[in-house]
């Protein structure tokens, strides 16, 4: 059985099409023109009203400023924390400085440093050895001793100097400050 390869043209379909419609070939053409035109045109408008949008000046305008405020918000945030971690690597770096001031220290014999400090206690009978960052309890200590010592004191803050800190530790045998001197004794700054 052989197939056929030619399709049959129906020109009596084509032509009952338009009569129906009630249009010759031609009128049917040109009306079939006119409406690809119009959908061409039509296309066109919505592509330029399109495009009048996106060239809006006040809306680009409006995005330039959203994306500006953001950019500024995220670079504060990334700022305040660039500074907190400068901080916390700047107390990383002294403290690393003052272990190793007082590791070289360490490998000189304690006495000398006792000395030191049994010599500043002589000078001044009232003293309290202390750190700048303990403020609170420096005042507090400060008011006590005032109020029950007519005498003045000295403060020592310890991070000055690594021998007095390592000499005040050695003689007390306590690693915490303050440490209160009163009359050259001792005393349990938590007493007071």
Do not use: C, W
């Not at 959203?66 to 990383?92: C, G, S, W």
Request: no cysteine; hydrophobic share 35%.
């Amino acid at each position: 059985m052989r197939l056929k390869n030619s399709i049959p043209e129906n020109k009596k379909t084509t032509s009952s099409t338009t009569q129906k419609l009630g249009a010759t070939p031609e009128v049917a053409s040109s009306s079939l023109a006119e409406e690809n035109s119009n959908t061409l045109l039509k296309n066109s408008d919505e592509l330029e009203g399109a495009s009048a949008v996106n060239t809006d000046d006040s809306e680009i305008e409006f995005d330039y400023k959203k994306i500006e405020e953001r950019k500024n918000a995220f670079e504060a945030e990334m700022e305040a924390e660039n500074a907190i971690h400068r901080a916390d690597m700047e107390t990383i770096r002294r403290n690393r400085e003052l272990l190793d001031e007082e590791n070289s220290i360490r490998m000189n014999p304690s006495e000398p440093r006792i000395v030191e400090v049994e010599g500043i206690i002589q000078e001044n009978q009232n003293i309290l050895f202390t750190r700048r960052d303990a403020e609170e309890d420096n005042l507090s200590i400060s008011s006590s001793l005032l109020m029950n010592i007519n005498n003045e004191f000295k403060t020592v803050f310890v991070e000055d100097d690594a021998v007095i800190r390592l000499g005040a530790q050695e003689l007390t045998n306590r690693d915490e400050f303050p440490l209160l001197f009163i009359d050259g004794i001792l005393k349990d700054t938590s007493e007071l």
